[in-house]
């Protein structure tokens, strides 16, 4: 399986798009957090280098952003 992120939101369908390592993966996360959700610098690097749920913005509409790496290789702590 691919690295991937998962963006969604209750006003549009799941985005999911396939990266071809983890870093492409985080950038894209960071992207879309800085430029979607208005997220610091600092904070939108921390968040995307989780990799975990984050709310893009606090406007009612739950919209998230996340990394998913199910690949087999993967060990528990990169998946982080």
């Known amino acids: 399986m691919p690295i ?8 549009f369908d799941t985005i999911i798009i396939d990266h071809p390592h983890r870093l492409a993966a985080e950038a894209h996360m960071t992207k879309v957090l800085r430029d979607y959700g208005d997220w610091p610098q600092d904070a939108a690097v921390d968040a995307a280098r989780s990799g ?5 913005r606090d406007d009612g509409d739950s919209e998230t952003i996340e990394i998913r790496d199910e690949s087999p290789a993967t060990t528990e702590h990169q998946r982080r």
């Open 4 to 11: 991937r992120t998962v963006h969604q939101s209750l006003s």
């Open 52 to 56: 975990k749920p984050a709310l893009v």
